[in-house]
């Protein structure tokens, strides 16, 4: 399972659940250094979180849920240092929800990463 634009939507506000991987652009993401965010390669909009949801959004200076960076096998908030990414309830199901929750350890909170040029 992999986060996942729904349905490689390019809107403001759209979710990003966990889906088998497949390898589209809508599951392809990149740090971005300038704007300390992760990015969508889908169109360049970042993870957020908008009413609990993980959503991707166009960047907005000082957004603190915009600022996310791998720190080991987590995704964590660079302003909130124990707040980290969480897939809801341990969900292992396709769709499963995403959200910001304090960094505990679980596996939920565990992400692998595979680079690519």
Known sequence: MVLDVDNEKTDPGTQVFMYP????????????PITGTIKSQLNDFCLDIMGGHLVLNPYESGKTDQ???????????????????????????????VIKHKAHGGANQSWTFDDVD
């Open 67 to 97: 600022q996310w960076e791998r720190r080991g096998a987590v995704i964590a908030n660079r302003k909130e240092t124990n707040i980290v990414l969480d897939v809801f309830e341990s969900d292992k199901n396709p769709g499963a929800k």
């Open 21 to 32: 991987k497949h390898g589209g652009t809508n599951q392809q993401w990149y740090d971005d």
